[in-house]
């Protein structure tokens, strides 16, 4: 009895599948779209998008995007000026992947509104930059100790997008997709290391964990641990994100 219903569940399966590509094939419609998200260059993100209609109302994107080695992107909008002197010459660089599914409820074949749930890996490396902190002793005297800093976090999470797509053109072929609005949550894991040349007494090491503890960096939940050469900054908590912006593209 089980062995039949799977029969049939599979059989069902395939012929909707069938029924899918045939539908696809009768079609006059264009079923491809390349485009890039062209606000996401103001973040030295490049990117590229491919979007494939499965039928009239679902289709699938497959994104990805890379940022260069270079300087964090307005981090003085979430790092006071004396703060961000710290990190004397960091630099970053980033990839992402997304695949996301979406569900027009307009036009369809890739033109109207849609809800869009998605997944996203993103990544994040820094280069070897420097770090500075005073450490005031029981003298009074107030010492500056280097340290050098090297790291990445790695990070997987799920959201949902809501936009609308339009073709700009009598050929239908010139593409503008409007991301209104879209978050995401999810973990994220990784290690910087910040080492001295300098030996770190317990008294120092205290003094150095407070210090990277209180840069409060919005949206990332961390550990501090540290020792006689410098410091392990343990990145394992929520990773979140948020998604905006217009894309241009090409349909045929």
């Known amino acids: 009895m089980n062995r039949k219903i799977t029969t049939l569940l599979a059989l069902g399966i395939m012929s909707f ?6 539908n696809a094939s009768d079609s006059s419609e264009k079923m491809n779209i390349v485009k890039t998200n062209v606000t996401a260059y103001a973040f030295r993100n490049f990117n590229l998008t491919y979007e494939r209609a499965i039928n009239q109302w679902f289709s699938l994107n497959i994104g990805f995007g890379t940022m260069p080695e270079g300087k964090v992107p307005f981090i003085n909008s979430f790092l006071d000026d004396e703060t961000e002197k710290q990190f004397q010459n960091l630099e970053i660089k980033a990839t992402n992947f997304t695949l996301e599914p979406r569900f027009y409820i307009g036009h369809g074949y890739g033109k109207g509104f ?3 749930p998605y997944y996203r890996y993103s990544s994040v490396e820094s280069n070897s930059f ?5 450490y005031n002793a029981v003298n009074g005297v107030t010492y500056q100790i280097p340290l050098t800093g090297k790291g990445d976090t790695r990070g997987h999470s799920g959201g949902l997008m809501v936009g609308a797509q339009f073709f700009l053109n009598k ?16 973990t994220g894991k990784g290690d910087f290391n910040l080492t001295s040349d300098v030996f770190l007494t317990p008294e120092m090491q205290a003094q150095l964990k407070k210090e990277i503890e209180d840069l409060d960096i919005p ?18 908590g929520p990773w979140a994100g948020f998604r905006s912006g217009l894309s241009i593209g090409y349909r045929f």
């Not at 949206?219 to 394992?236: L, P, S, W």
Request: aromatic share 20%.
């Open 17 to 22: 599948a069938q029924a899918q590509v045939e």
């Open 114 to 116: 849609y809800f869009a």
């Open 130 to 134: 420097d770090f500075y902190y005073d």
């Open 171 to 186: 050929a239908q072929n010139l593409v503008l997709d409007f991301w209104i609005a879209g978050a995401h949550y999810g």
């Open 219 to 236: 949206f990332v939940d961390y550990t501090v641990e540290t020792n006689t050469e410098g410091a392990r900054i343990k990145v394992d």
